[in-house]
């Protein structure tokens, strides 16, 4: 069964192996997430486990959703997701979910929101190359053709062709990442390398959909 938590990224350091090799990671902060929901495939049209984790202030947080947590006998959280599930979900309403289902050595994916860069042109956005920087030249940091010519009505700029826009804050998953260790008592997990997201994000952790490469 799929299973994972959610957490925060405190933030990057480096630790010794017992071999004496020097391993960047990533600490998160993965505290208990508690399961506020089972969903099935006769309710739901699909099996899945409900998660939720941090906390929030009572006049935050709406009466739908205050409901919603009375219903599961929890407290409300700031951050609520969803894991998906072959089979029904294995877990009850209220249960704490802590690090400790990751063991060192595991392979995981983890989703975070990518650090926003705000509005940018499509040389820092692409990596597009600059035009001729003479006098003579009208488009030093321009994108450049919009598109095709077309007869009857002019042309038309096609769907995905990149230009200048949002940078960054969104939803990437960093897959195959190893867990460098496990602290239960502190609800710590080192991650190998580096994962999206500033520092006090939120994230999930899971275990990865590619075992083998």
């Given at each position: 069964?799929?299973?994972?938590?959610?957490?925060?990224?405190?933030?990057?350091t480096?630790?010794?192996?017992?071999?004496?090799?020097?391993?960047?990671?990533t600490?998160?902060?993965?505290?208990?997430?508690?399961?506020?929901?089972?969903?099935?495939?006769?309710?739901?049209?699909?099996?899945?486990?409900?998660?939720g984790?941090?906390t929030?202030?009572?006049?935050?947080?709406?009466?739908?959703?205050?409901?919603?947590?009375?219903?599961?006998?929890?407290?409300?959280?700031?951050?609520?997701k969803?894991?998906?599930?072959?089979?029904?979900?294995?877990?009850?309403?209220g249960?704490?979910?802590?690090?400790?289902?990751?063991?060192?050595?595991?392979i995981?994916?983890v989703?975070?929101?990518?650090?926003?860069?705000?509005?940018?042109?499509?040389?820092?956005?692409?990596?597009?190359?600059?035009?001729?920087?003479?006098h003579?030249?009208?488009?030093?940091?321009?994108?450049?053709?919009?598109?095709?010519?077309m007869?009857?009505?002019?042309?038309?700029?096609?769907?995905?062709?990149?230009?200048?826009?949002?940078?960054?804050?969104?939803?990437?998953t960093?897959?195959?990442?190893?867990?460098?260790?496990?602290?239960?008592?502190?609800?710590?997990?080192?991650?190998?390398?580096?994962i999206?997201?500033?520092?006090?994000?939120?994230?999930?952790?899971?275990?990865?959909?590619?075992?083998?490469?």
């Open positions: 069964m799929a299973k994972g938590i959610l957490g925060k990224k405190l933030g990057m480096q630790i010794f192996t017992q071999d004496g090799k020097l391993v960047p990671v600490v998160i902060e993965a505290g208990n997430s508690v399961v506020l929901q089972n969903k099935t495939v006769e309710n739901d049209g699909y099996n899945a486990v409900q998660l984790f941090g929030v202030k009572d006049k935050k947080v709406t009466s739908p959703m205050k409901g919603h947590f009375a219903k599961a006998g929890v407290k409300p959280v700031k951050l609520i969803e894991i998906r599930l072959t089979e029904a979900s294995e877990y009850t309403i249960q704490e979910i802590g690090v400790d289902i990751f063991t060192e050595g595991e995981v994916d989703t975070g929101t990518a650090k926003g860069k705000g509005f940018a042109g499509v040389i820092k956005r692409w990596n597009f190359r600059r035009g001729p920087m003479a003579g030249s009208k488009s030093h940091r321009e994108p450049g053709s919009m598109g095709p010519r007869s009857g009505g002019g042309g038309k700029v096609f769907k995905g062709k990149k230009l200048p826009g949002r940078m960054g804050n969104q939803k990437v960093v897959q195959r990442l190893t867990v460098v260790r496990v602290d239960a008592e502190r609800n710590l997990i080192l991650i190998k390398g580096g999206p997201g500033p520092k006090g994000s939120f994230m999930m952790i899971k275990n990865t959909v590619k075992p083998k490469k």
